[in-house]
């Protein structure tokens, strides 16, 4: 397999850059989004972004599936092989000019996602990761931070509104006074500072499958965690979080205090 992964791996490397080079285009100069269902913004460059990836997708791997956040599912819904798109991650950074947005690149094979990718355009940033190949930034190897004590640990989050809601204020709560600093960098940007030892723990506590594609294989292959609240890696936990290794049992221990809502119990706001 190590052979595919790093065709794949590659692939998705390039893709990933080159949908992000797209957005470029129309980064920073007064882009007006449209508002989808949930109120969450969706621009011109999201959608040219995906469908560039998905073309890309389709001639390269016409047998895979693909998933994204923009268009419909395509391929067979149980095939070997499916791709995971988000094509701007943090669609409000975006609009707002802010340079934290990303482009997310994801393969699933048999169930576990194996190649992951994610593209900071505007600051050019390269994470990408396959398993058993390493965890690479921008050509360098990536490694989650060597810290052991939690009381040192930086936290980041996207939404600090978003906790109460989805049931987890008392955890968030315990979170920060345990915690050395504590601040909003969001979205993919927030995984990625974890992977590359910049900060030790990223939540969300709201997460699509689409979202967080590259993570598992990015954080695994640096050394550190992502998956859900409850310590399992995966990408359909509708919740995420991304630590060390090291310090998992601490973040587990300090959600588990407050009591924690079974996933039926848990409704949107």
Not at 7 to 15: G, I, M, R, W
Not at 41 to 68: C, K, M, N, W, Y
């Amino acid at each position: 397999m190590k052979e595919s992964l790093e065709s794949y791996l590659d692939f998705a490397v390039d893709t990933a850059y080159l949908a992000g080079r797209l957005t470029l285009g129309h980064f920073q100069v007064g882009v007006r989004p449209d508002y989808k269902a949930d109120d969450t913004p969706v621009t011109v460059a999201d959608r040219r972004a995906e469908r560039l990836i998905r073309q890309r997708i389709a001639e390269r791997f016409p047998g895979h599936a693909v998933v994204g956040e923009e268009y419909a599912d395509t391929g067979d819904a149980n095939a070997s092989h499916r791709w995971f798109i988000d094509p701007i991650d943090g669609t409000k950074f975006f609009i707002c000019g802010i340079p934290l947005y990303a482009v997310l690149l994801a393969l699933e094979i048999e169930g576990r996602v194996e190649v992951g990718a994610v593209y900071f355009p505007a600051l050019d940033e390269m994470l990408a990761a396959a398993t058993g190949l390493g965890c690479w930034w921008n050509g360098r190897r990536a490694r989650v931070s060597d810290e052991k004590d939690f009381s040192r640990a930086v936290v980041v989050y996207t939404d600090v509104t978003t906790f109460a809601p989805y049931g987890r204020a008392e955890a968030w709560e315990r979170i920060q006074k345990a915690a050395y600093l504590c601040s909003g960098w969001g979205d993919a940007y927030g995984h990625a500072l974890v992977a590359t030892g910049r900060a030790h723990l990223m939540l969300d506590p709201i997460m699509d499958a689409w979202d967080c594609g590259p993570f598992p294989p990015i954080l695994r292959e640096a050394g550190g965690y992502f998956g859900d609240w409850q310590g399992n890696e995966t990408i359909y936990g509708q919740e995420a979080l991304s630590t060390t290794r090291v310090l998992l049992p601490d973040v587990l221990e300090l959600i588990h205090e407050t009591g924690f809502l079974n996933q039926e119990d848990r409704t949107s706001p």
